[in-house]
C-alpha cells in the first residue's frame, strides 16, 4: 500500500511559479511509477508528467516546455516545478502512482488528496 500526500499548491499570479511536492510512503514506493494529473473546474481529469523508477520522465502537451517532475529518493518525494503559470493552469493537481505503466496512464492504483493551484 502506498500513501501519497501533496503540498506547494496555492495562489498565484500568471506568469509566476510554484512547485508541487508529493511525499509518499510505502516499502514497495520505491519501485512504482509516479505521475502528475491536474483536474480544471468542469474539465477532465489531464496528465500532465510522470517519472519511472529511474528518473526517466515524459512530459504532455498540458504543460510540456513550463514544468519539470523530479523525485529524491532518500526524501521519498516527488516533485512538480511549474513556471510561467497561466490562468488555465488553475486545477487541483494530483500525485498519483501505480506498479505499471499501463494502469499508471490509465486508472492509477494511488492518489493523493490533491492540492490547489489558482493562477490569476
Known amino acids: 500500500h502506498v500513501q501519497l500526500v501533496e503540498s506547494g499548491g496555492g495562489s498565484v499570479q500568471a506568469g509566476g511559479s510554484l512547485t508541487l511536492s508529493c511525499e509518499a510512503s510505502?516499502?514497495?514506493?520505491?519501485?512504482?511509477?509516479m505521475a502528475w494529473y491536474r483536474q480544471a473546474p468542469g474539465k477532465e481529469r489531464e496528465l500532465v508528467a510522470t517519472?519511472?523508477?529511474?528518473?526517466?520522465?515524459t512530459y504532455t502537451s498540458a504543460m510540456k516546455g513550463r514544468v519539470t517532475i523530479s523525485q529524491d529518493n532518500a526524501k521519498n518525494t516527488m516533485y512538480l516545478q511549474m513556471q510561467s503559470l497561466k490562468t488555465e493552469d488553475t486545477a487541483v493537481y494530483y500525485c498519483?502512482?501505480?506498479?505499471?505503466?499501463?494502469?499508471?496512464?490509465?486508472?492509477?492504483?494511488?492518489w493523493g488528496q490533491g492540492t490547489q493551484v489558482t493562477v490569476s
Open positions: 498519483v502512482a501505480d506498479p505499471t505503466w499501463h494502469e499508471l496512464l490509465s486508472k492509477p492504483t494511488y
Open positions: 510505502g516499502n514497495t514506493y520505491s519501485t512504482y511509477c
Open positions: 517519472i519511472s523508477s529511474d528518473g526517466t520522465t
